[in-house]
């Protein structure tokens, strides 16, 4: 038998977004679950490209940070509750708030080789429906009160229960590693670049304006879907100014001096989902389906962010981009001025600006502001974290195809675990 001949990689163009309006948490979106928010956003784009035939989507990639139990098998479940063929094969991805952009390049890697034709991708995340996991000590009780032989050793283990034993353990927004929040390890990322408050609350304001403008000219009429009542995303403010955000009271970074990080210049808990088509050139000719950009490269990196060079802030937990922007543009032969549009997850307005000086600071060309989020972006919209990847890339796309001329835009997520990934669109 003759080896199979390897294929070349193909283009992978994207051909459209949608999701739900993003929701702050125990809000409008409080008894949504994930499975029935992505639902949503992926019949959204079921109809929207006429994906119902049985076939049209060789596969649905999505993934939650959040999940319960019950779902295991997110992914598939929701294909399942959707308008898609049931049968188009489905899994879950998980990598934090990566998970939506790494969904992408999951689906996308297989459209390069040849192994399908087109693909789904996308995350959800509900901080209002957390799963509330049960005490570790009544946990480990009921265990041994399973194994026990008799019903004599099931009730003495049983009899062990004392009521400190009954409070549930809620997720924690810290990392195992330190026991530090996200915000808190941010603010130590803040205080070693000298990110000044007043340089978080302009960008804050700016997302917030650009956001509204965006929406203001219809931008969002074919990537967004209502949702509950909800027609825009809900943590924005369009009359948000620096002097505002300026009043408010710090809340991250307080054991230290001159504390930066408020809630107006860090994203809110929030629920929502997005989902993104992705196609082979072949696929999206047969349809008649006009690509708005094409995925051509993607990168990951990670930072030692407990023994790294932390108080330096070159390895802090959401600095893996500082890293990994660097590598791809090398591998791809392109400068950040190569760049027509770039999109920085702003988990943190901090953040942003600490991986802008960090890119500096390893030779890469300034961004110019201009170019940056210019929809607006996580601080504006909100951060559900599965769903963010895949919001912007979405975004990204539809931005390139307005401008109706060829050009790139760079994507950049960070992630907890001190994580990160991003990737490249082109549209020629």
């Not at 034709?117 to 995350?123: N, P, R």
């Not at 917030?208 to 879907?225: C, M, S, T």
């Not at 051509?296 to 937990?317: N, R, S």
């Amino acid at each position: 038998m003759s080896p199979l001949k390897p294929r070349a990689a193909r283009r992978v163009a994207i051909i459209g977004g949608a999701r739900i309006p993003f929701a702050r948490s125990d809000g409008p979106y409080a008894t949504a679950s994930n499975q029935e928010m992505l639902t949503a956003a992926l019949d959204g784009l079921v109809e929207r490209y006429a994906l119902q035939e049985p076939g049209a989507v060789g596969e649905f990639v999505a993934g939650a940070v959040l999940k319960h139990a019950r779902d295991f098998n997110l992914a598939r479940e929701t294909v399942l509750g959707s308008k898609l063929d049931a049968r188009t094969p489905a899994y879950d991805v998980q990598q934090a708030c990566g998970t939506g952009l790494q969904a992408v390049i999951a689906a996308a890697n297989k459209i390069a080789l040849g192994q399908t034709e087109s693909a789904i991708a996308g995350g959800a995340d509900t901080a209002s429906d957390a799963p509330l996991g049960v005490n570790d000590r009544l946990r480990r009780i009921l265990l041994e009160a399973r194994r026990a032989k008799s019903a004599g050793g099931r009730l003495k283990a049983l009899a062990r229960i004392r009521p400190s034993h009954l409070i549930p353990d809620i997720p924690r927004n810290a990392e195992p590693r330190t026991g530090l929040s996200m915000g808190e390890h941010a603010a130590v990322t803040a205080r070693a670049w000298g990110i000044t408050r007043e340089a978080q609350d302009e960008l804050a304001a700016a997302s917030h304006q650009k956001l509204a403008a965006a929406y203001e000219r219809g931008f969002f009429q074919d990537l967004v879907i209502p949702f509950r009542d909800l027609a825009r995303d809900q943590n924005l403010r369009p009359g948000s100014t620096t002097a505002e955000l300026a009043s408010l009271k710090p809340v991250f970074g307080l054991d230290g001096p001159n504390p930066t990080m408020t809630a107006g210049n860090s994203t809110p808990l929030t629920d929502g989902a997005a989902t993104v088509l992705l196609a082979s050139e072949e696929w999206a000719e047969a349809r008649g389906l006009a690509p708005l950009a094409y995925l051509t490269a993607y990168e990951t990196a990670a930072v030692d962010f407990v023994a790294g060079d932390v108080a330096d802030g070159e390895d802090g937990l959401l600095m893996a981009p500082a890293y990994a922007v660097p590598r791809m543009l090398e591998r791809a032969g392109l400068g950040v001025e190569d760049f027509d549009l770039v999109e920085i997850h702003e988990a943190f307005a901090s953040q942003v600006l600490a991986t802008l000086a960090a890119w500096e600071k390893r030779g890469i060309a300034p961004v110019d502001r201009a170019r940056l989020n210019v929809a607006g972006s996580s601080l504006a919209t909100g951060h559900p974290f599965a769903a963010t990847g895949a919001r912007i890339v979405a975004t990204l796309a539809a931005l390139l195809a307005e401008r109706d001329a060829p050009g790139r835009g760079l994507i950049s997520v960070c992630a907890a675990g001190g994580q990160g990934v991003t990737a490249v669109l082109e549209r020629t």
